[in-house]
C-alpha cells in the first residue's frame, strides 16, 4: 500500500453502490488523495488499522450506515482512535437518520448524506469539500520513513537505532509511555510490550526485536557476498576502505568491500571535518562516507554491511575470509582497513549504563535525547573537542573533563579557540570521572579531583567518552606481524620475516603476509587523518595490482 496520498475510506456491502460511489470520488479527488473501497465493515477496519501500521493518513471516511455484522456506525468508531482528527460521513437511507443523528455524539459523525446522492456537484461534492479543507487545514504530512516504537531506555532499541542513524536510514521513534502514538502504534499491529522495540516500515509487516542483520536486510544493505572469490577484499568501510574501494572497483577488480557496522568509520562520526582537501567549509562524516559509498558502488565494488571479519585463513596466493554469518570468501588480495576503536573508561558503575546516557562516540540520536541536560565529556584529543562543540548545539551546559592541566598540548588551536570563545562549554582540568550512579539511565557522574583527591558527584544527563583508540586487529590473530600495540606492521617497518612465500620485498603498504595491505588508521604509523587514510586506501590498490600481476 503505497503511502503518499492521504486516503479517502468508502465502504458499503452493496459492490454496485460501492463501485458508484467510488467512480465519483475518483472523478473529483484523485489528484489529491487515495480512494479506497472497503465491501464492508470488517473489511474497512482492516484498511484503518493497516493504515496506521504503515503510517498513511486518513482524511475521510465515507460509510454506508446499514451493512450486516458491523454497521457504518461502528466502522467510523473503529478508526476513532488510531485516526482522530479524520472526517467521517455516513451514507445513509431516510430510515437511517436516528443512528446518523445519535453517530453525531456517538463518534463525532461530521455528517451524513442521503442516497442517492446525484447530482453529485450538488449533493456530494460540496459536502465533502468542506469536510476536506477542514481536515487539510490540520493535516501535517506524516513522516514515510521507519517508525520504532520501543521502551525508553532499552540497549537493543538503542543500538538498533544507532545502526540505522549510521547508515543513514530516517526514523522517528515513538516511546512507550511518553509518546501517545506508541499505543496506538502497537494496538494496530497488534503486538505488546515483549514485542520490543518494533520496526514499522511504509511497505511489508512490522519487525518485532529484530537483529541487526534483519534489520538490515528490510532497509536495503546487503550482507551476503555475490560471488564466491575477489580479487580484492577489504576489511573496513572507514574511509581507507572507501578509498581502496573507488580505486579498485574502478581499475578493474572485483573489489569487496566488507564492513561490520557502517561505512563511514571513525570519520561518520565526525559532525563537521574541517581539514579534508576540497571542501573549504569542511563535510560532515556522514556525508563524506555516503558519497564515497555511492562512488565505490557506481564503480561496481560489492558493499557488504552489516559483516563482520572473524578470521582469516592462509592459502597461499588465496586468503579465505570468514564472516561473522558463518559464510566465507576467498580472495587473492586483502586490504586491511579496520581501523581504531574507542578505548574503554573504567569506572564504577559506568559499563552498566553505556547506550543509556554514557556513549562512545556522539551521534545526533544520542545528543538529540539530552537535549538541554547536563553534558559531560571525557577526552582532550580533538575528538572530544569537535564532539563538545557539536553538543553545545543541544545544550548549553557542556563540561570537557581531562586529567592536564589545559588542552593546549592535546588539542588543535582552533578547537581550542572555539571551546574558548563557547560559554556553553567549561573545561575541568585534573580531573577524571570514576564513577556513574543511575537506575535505568545515567543520573550522576562522581569526579575525582587529581589534585586533592576529593570526589563529588553531581547531576548528568550524558557522558560523551574519547579517551583514546585501539587497534581493530583481534580477528588478524597471529597471521600478520603486528606492534606492541596492535597495529599493523607494513613494509620497511616488518621485523624479520616467516613464512614469506614469494620471489620480492614486501611492497609499501604491505604486511607481512604477500598480498595482505594495511591502510588507514590501523597501519602502525599512520597520521590518523581522513587525507591520511583515504590516500593509503588509494595508494594501497596500486600495490594490489602488483601483487595480483607477480602471481
Ligand atoms: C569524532 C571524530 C572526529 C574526527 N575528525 C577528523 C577531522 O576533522 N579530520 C581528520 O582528518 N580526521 C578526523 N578524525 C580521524 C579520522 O576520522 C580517522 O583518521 C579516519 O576515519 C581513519 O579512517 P580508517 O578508514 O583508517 O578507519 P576507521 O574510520 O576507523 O574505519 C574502520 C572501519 O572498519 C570497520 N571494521 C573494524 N573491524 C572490522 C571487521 N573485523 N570486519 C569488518 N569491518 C570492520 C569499522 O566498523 C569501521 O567502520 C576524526 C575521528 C573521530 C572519531
Given at each position: 500500500m503505497s503511502d503518499a496520498l492521504p486516503v479517502i475510506l468508502t465502504v458499503d456491502d452493496e459492490t454496485e453502490v460501492l463501485r458508484a460511489v467510488q467512480r465519483d470520488l475518483r472523478s473529483h479527488y484523485a489528484a489529491d488523495y487515495r480512494i479506497i473501497g472497503a465491501t464492508g465493515g470488517r473489511e474497512a477496519i482492516d484498511v484503518i488499522n493497516e493504515l496506521a501500521t504503515r503510517g498513511g493518513a486518513l482524511a475521510l471516511i465515507l460509510a454506508d450506515q446499514r451493512m450486516p455484522q458491523v454497521s457504518g456506525v461502528d466502522v467510523l468508531r473503529a478508526s476513532l482512535s488510531p485516526f482522530p482528527s479524520a472526517k467521517r460521513a455516513l451514507l445513509t437511507a431516510y430510515a437511517d437518520t436516528d443512528a446518523a443523528i445519535s453517530a453525531i455524539n456517538d463518534v463525532g459523525l461530521d455528517h451524513y448524506i442521503m442516497k442517492p446522492w446525484d447530482p453529485?456537484?450538488?449533493?456530494?461534492?460540496?459536502?465533502?469539500?468542506?469536510?476536506?479543507e477542514d481536515w487539510l487545514a490540520d493535516y501535517r504530512p506524516t513522516f514515510t520513513g521507519i517508525r520504532i516504537?520501543?521502551?525508553?531506555?532499552s540497549k537493543e532499541a538503542f543500538e538498533l537505532k544507532a545502526f540505522l542513524a549510521m547508515n543513514q536510514v530516517p526514523y522517528r521513534s515513538f516511546v512507550v509511555g511518553v509518546d501517545p502514538e506508541a499505543e496506538t502504534l502497537m494496538q494496530s499491529a497488534g503486538s505488546d510490550n515483549g514485542d520490543l522495540p518494533m520496526f514499522l516500515f511504509p511497505e511489508g509487516p512490522p519487525l518485532l526485536r529484530p537483529t541487526q542483520a534483519e534489520l538490515a536486510g528490510r532497509i536495503g544493505l546487503k550482507t551476503h557476498a555475490q560471488a564466491p572469490a575477489y580479487d580484492v577484499a577489504i576489511v573496513g568501510a572507514g574511509p581507507a576502505g572507501l578509498a581502496a574501494a573507488v580505486y579498485g572497483a574502478s581499475e578493474g577488480l572485483a573489489t569487496l568491500l566488507i564492513e561490520a557496522s557502517a561505512p563511514g568509520g571513525q570519520a561518520g562520526q565526525s559532525s563537521l571535518i574541517e581539514n579534508y582537501l576540497g571542501f573549504?567549509?569542511?563535510?560532515?562524516?556522514?556525508?563524506?562516507?555516503?558519497?564515497?559509498?555511492?562512488?565505490a558502488t557506481r564503480f561496481g565494488a560489492e558493499i557488504l554491511v552489516p559483516a563482520r571479519v572473524m578470521q582469516i585463513e592462509r592459502k597461499d596466493p588465496y586468503k579465505?575470509?570468514?564472516?561473522?554469518?558463518?559464510?566465507?570468501?576467498?580472495?587473492?588480495?586483502?586490504?586491511?582497513?579496520?581501523?581504531?576503536?574507542?578505548?574503554?573508561?573504567?569506572?564504577?558503575?559506568?559499563?552498566?549504563l553505556v547506550g543509556a546516557g554514557v556513549y562512545y562516540g556522539t551521534s545526533r540520536i544520542e545528543a538529540e535525547n539530552h537535549r538541554g541536560q547536563p553534558i559531560y565529556v571525557v577526552g582532550g584529543g580533538n575528538s572530544a573537542g569537535q564532539a563538545a562543540l557539536f553538543l553545545t548545539r543541544f545544550t548549553d551546559d557542556v563540561t570537557i573533563v581531562i586529567r592536564g592541566e589545559s588542552l593546549v598540548d592535546t588539542m588543535s588551536a582552533y578547537l581550542i579557540e572555539n571551546i574558548d570563545a563557547n560559554p556553553a562549554i567549561t573545561v575541568s582540568p585534573r580531573s577524571a570521572v570514576v564513577g556513574a550512579k543511575g537506575d535505568q539511565h545515567l543520573e550522576k557522574l562522581t569526579l575525582e579531583n587529581l589534585g586533592t583527591g576529593s570526589v563529588e558527584d553531581v547531576d548528568a544527563g550524558a557522558l560523551f567518552i574519547f579517551i583514546g583508540q585501539r587497534a581493530q586487529t583481534d580477528w588478524l590473530g597471529a597471521i600478520v606481524q603486528l606492534d606492541e600495540r596492535g597495529f599493523v606492521l607494513s613494509g620497511a617497518e616488518l621485523g624479520p620475516l616467516k613464512d614469506w612465500s614469494v620471489d620480492r620485498d614486501p611492497f609499501p603498504l604491505e604486511s607481512s603476509v604477500p598480498g595482505i595491505f594495511v591502510a588507514g588508521d590501523v597501519r602502525h604509523g599512520s597520521i590518523r587523518r581522513v587525507a591520511g587514510a583515504t590516500g593509503e586506501g588509494a595508494t594501497a590498490i596500486r600495490f594490489v595490482h602488483r601483487h595480483l600481476a607477480s602471481l
Amino acid at each position: 500500500m503505497s503511502d503518499a496520498l492521504p486516503v479517502i475510506l468508502t465502504v458499503d456491502d452493496e459492490t454496485e453502490v460501492l463501485r458508484a460511489v467510488q467512480r465519483d470520488l475518483r472523478s473529483h479527488y484523485a489528484a489529491d488523495y487515495r480512494i479506497i473501497g472497503a465491501t464492508g465493515g470488517r473489511e474497512a477496519i482492516d484498511v484503518i488499522n493497516e493504515l496506521a501500521t504503515r503510517g498513511g493518513a486518513l482524511a475521510l471516511i465515507l460509510a454506508d450506515q446499514r451493512m450486516p455484522q458491523v454497521s457504518g456506525v461502528d466502522v467510523l468508531r473503529a478508526s476513532l482512535s488510531p485516526f482522530p482528527s479524520a472526517k467521517r460521513a455516513l451514507l445513509t437511507a431516510y430510515a437511517d437518520t436516528d443512528a446518523a443523528i445519535s453517530a453525531i455524539n456517538d463518534v463525532g459523525l461530521d455528517h451524513y448524506i442521503m442516497k442517492p446522492w446525484d447530482p453529485p456537484e450538488e449533493k456530494l461534492y460540496p459536502i465533502l469539500d468542506d469536510l476536506l479543507e477542514d481536515w487539510l487545514a490540520d493535516y501535517r504530512p506524516t513522516f514515510t520513513g521507519i517508525r520504532i516504537v520501543g521502551h525508553e531506555w532499552s540497549k537493543e532499541a538503542f543500538e538498533l537505532k544507532a545502526f540505522l542513524a549510521m547508515n543513514q536510514v530516517p526514523y522517528r521513534s515513538f516511546v512507550v509511555g511518553v509518546d501517545p502514538e506508541a499505543e496506538t502504534l502497537m494496538q494496530s499491529a497488534g503486538s505488546d510490550n515483549g514485542d520490543l522495540p518494533m520496526f514499522l516500515f511504509p511497505e511489508g509487516p512490522p519487525l518485532l526485536r529484530p537483529t541487526q542483520a534483519e534489520l538490515a536486510g528490510r532497509i536495503g544493505l546487503k550482507t551476503h557476498a555475490q560471488a564466491p572469490a575477489y580479487d580484492v577484499a577489504i576489511v573496513g568501510a572507514g574511509p581507507a576502505g572507501l578509498a581502496a574501494a573507488v580505486y579498485g572497483a574502478s581499475e578493474g577488480l572485483a573489489t569487496l568491500l566488507i564492513e561490520a557496522s557502517a561505512p563511514g568509520g571513525q570519520a561518520g562520526q565526525s559532525s563537521l571535518i574541517e581539514n579534508y582537501l576540497g571542501f573549504p567549509r569542511g563535510i560532515s562524516g556522514a556525508d563524506l562516507a555516503r558519497r564515497a559509498a555511492a562512488q565505490a558502488t557506481r564503480f561496481g565494488a560489492e558493499i557488504l554491511v552489516p559483516a563482520r571479519v572473524m578470521q582469516i585463513e592462509r592459502k597461499d596466493p588465496y586468503k579465505i575470509i570468514h564472516l561473522d554469518d558463518g559464510s566465507s570468501v576467498t580472495t587473492k588480495a586483502m586490504v586491511v582497513t579496520s581501523g581504531v576503536e574507542y578505548r574503554r573508561l573504567r569506572a564504577e558503575g559506568l559499563d552498566d549504563l553505556v547506550g543509556a546516557g554514557v556513549y562512545y562516540g556522539t551521534s545526533r540520536i544520542e545528543a538529540e535525547n539530552h537535549r538541554g541536560q547536563p553534558i559531560y565529556v571525557v577526552g582532550g584529543g580533538n575528538s572530544a573537542g569537535q564532539a563538545a562543540l557539536f553538543l553545545t548545539r543541544f545544550t548549553d551546559d557542556v563540561t570537557i573533563v581531562i586529567r592536564g592541566e589545559s588542552l593546549v598540548d592535546t588539542m588543535s588551536a582552533y578547537l581550542i579557540e572555539n571551546i574558548d570563545a563557547n560559554p556553553a562549554i567549561t573545561v575541568s582540568p585534573r580531573s577524571a570521572v570514576v564513577g556513574a550512579k543511575g537506575d535505568q539511565h545515567l543520573e550522576k557522574l562522581t569526579l575525582e579531583n587529581l589534585g586533592t583527591g576529593s570526589v563529588e558527584d553531581v547531576d548528568a544527563g550524558a557522558l560523551f567518552i574519547f579517551i583514546g583508540q585501539r587497534a581493530q586487529t583481534d580477528w588478524l590473530g597471529a597471521i600478520v606481524q603486528l606492534d606492541e600495540r596492535g597495529f599493523v606492521l607494513s613494509g620497511a617497518e616488518l621485523g624479520p620475516l616467516k613464512d614469506w612465500s614469494v620471489d620480492r620485498d614486501p611492497f609499501p603498504l604491505e604486511s607481512s603476509v604477500p598480498g595482505i595491505f594495511v591502510a588507514g588508521d590501523v597501519r602502525h604509523g599512520s597520521i590518523r587523518r581522513v587525507a591520511g587514510a583515504t590516500g593509503e586506501g588509494a595508494t594501497a590498490i596500486r600495490f594490489v595490482h602488483r601483487h595480483l600481476a607477480s602471481l
